[in-house]
């Protein structure tokens, strides 16, 4: 018996430990301990309908009772539901055939075995819940920014932990390439992917997704945590360079402006968590060639050819602004056909006028109104010629300017090349 005995305070021990996990609700609880401690007595007793299982999850422990019906002595055909005069009015005198006798039950009463398996069960239950829980807390976080603790690191991914003691992996391949954690370090991370192979929950974190740079934009510039600006595209190439395009829902903001801050001190707190990655920021447009055209920053374009069906763009620029538009590496050109979508191809473009007969359109801010100018290069024309070579109609349609304004426009502008 004093073997049996010792098992009461470790069962209590893992109910204590069951009562204590957080992450379980309370209904949950009780469920699962009322039905693993019924199975035990089924199993014991061949039936589990004359017991009561009660738990009390406040103060962390559980009591059972048995329910027999007297009956005369030598009658007793079920000793589980049935309990004879005698031994009846051994617990009290006054019991009666036909009443019935509700007794508390010693744990220790179902035998090692049983309550071995009881133990066992209820930890089961206990990680097995942890597990889920753990997994649809992740899964509804997936692409949301958490803030985690470096314990380990290894070749091929870094272990952290969140607040709760629960590990996350961050895997190389995620990692910003500078990226280099000792630990205790505290990281900023997108939770990219939660799988749940044979219920253990694996949480995978990223640094390199374009949700990431959302994430901090949101974080470090409030106009774009109020709403009042919209990421509309990210494209990353991760320790390199990103582009994004934003739009702004007031037009008292400067989305670019806002997004840049003073003397760059909003992008620059982006930029040195991502280890100095360049950002360029840009003014997002519905018209796919004007987002190619600011897409291609800081290269001039002269002109944008399309083709919607197939998504390609050839796009024609003055000689020294091909390398420009194509960038190191071909780190630009491949970051601006990512944000607009369309494969993008670049062309020397070649005109009868020399290079130095021409001037783009911003220097003439000073006699012509800078919207304008503005509306003039998100329809393409971006240099004086690009004006005075189209036809006067087509620049009044295509710029949606008034004829007088275009008129006045046209004779600033000859008037810089002697054609009045």
Not at 214 to 234: F, H, N, T, W, Y
Request: proline share 4%; aromatic share 6%.
């Amino acid at each position: 018996m004093a073997k049996r005995k010792n098992e009461a305070p470790r069962l209590t021990d893992t109910f204590t430990e069951f009562k204590e996990n957080k992450n379980i609700d309370r209904t949950t609880m009780v469920g699962v301990l009322e039905e693993s401690f019924r199975n035990v007595i089924a199993r014991e007793y061949g039936s589990d309908e004359n017991f009561d299982v009660i738990v009390n999850p406040d103060k962390g422990d559980f009591e059972i009772y048995r329910t027999r019906e007297v009956v005369e002595d030598g009658e007793v055909t079920d000793p589980n539901k049935q309990i004879a005069l005698s031994e009846a009015r051994q617990i009290e005198d006054d019991y009666e055939v036909g009443e019935d006798v509700s007794e508390k039950l010693d744990v220790a009463s179902f035998g090692r075995r049983a309550i071995l398996t009881l133990r066992q069960t209820l930890a089961s239950k206990i990680l097995e819940l942890e597990h889920d829980n753990l997994y649809r807390k992740y899964k509804e976080r997936e692409g949301e920014m958490i803030t985690a603790e470096v314990y380990q690191t290894w070749k091929n991914e870094t272990l952290l932990m969140d607040d709760e003691g629960n590990e996350l992996l961050l895997p190389k391949n995620q990692q910003i390439p500078r990226d280099f954690f000792h630990k205790g370090d505290t990281v900023r991370a997108i939770v990219d992917n939660v799988d749940n192979p044979n219920g253990k929950p694996k949480i995978y974190l990223s640094r390199t997704c374009e949700a990431f740079l959302s994430k901090l934009l949101e974080q470090e510039i409030p106009e774009i945590a109020d709403g009042l600006i919209s990421v509309r595209r990210i494209a990353r190439i991760p320790g390199e360079r990103a582009k994004i395009a934003v739009e702004s829902y007031d037009d008292r903001v400067d989305p670019v402006g806002a997004c840049v801050g003073v003397k760059g001190s909003r992008i620059h707190t982006i930029v040195r968590e991502m280890h100095n990655e360049n950002i360029d920021v840009i003014n997002f447009s519905a018209n796919p060639k004007v987002l190619i055209q600011r897409a291609l920053a800081p290269a001039q374009v002269n002109s944008v050819e399309l083709d919607d069906e197939a998504k390609t763009a050839n796009v024609y620029l003055r000689p020294e602004e091909v390398s420009l538009a194509i960038g190191k590496n071909g780190i630009n050109i491949k970051l601006a056909s990512k944000l607009t979508g369309y494969n993008i191809d670049v062309f020397r473009e070649v005109t009868d006028q020399p290079e130095e007969d021409d001037i783009y359109l911003d220097e003439f801010a000073d006699e012509v109104d800078e919207w304008v100018i503005d509306a003039l290069k998100e329809v393409g024309y971006t240099t004086a010629r690009d004006v005075l070579n189209a036809p006067r109609e087509e620049v009044i349609e295509k710029a949606d300017l008034e004829e007088d304004t275009v008129d006045e426009l046209i004779r600033v502008l000859k008037a810089e090349f002697d054609e009045e």
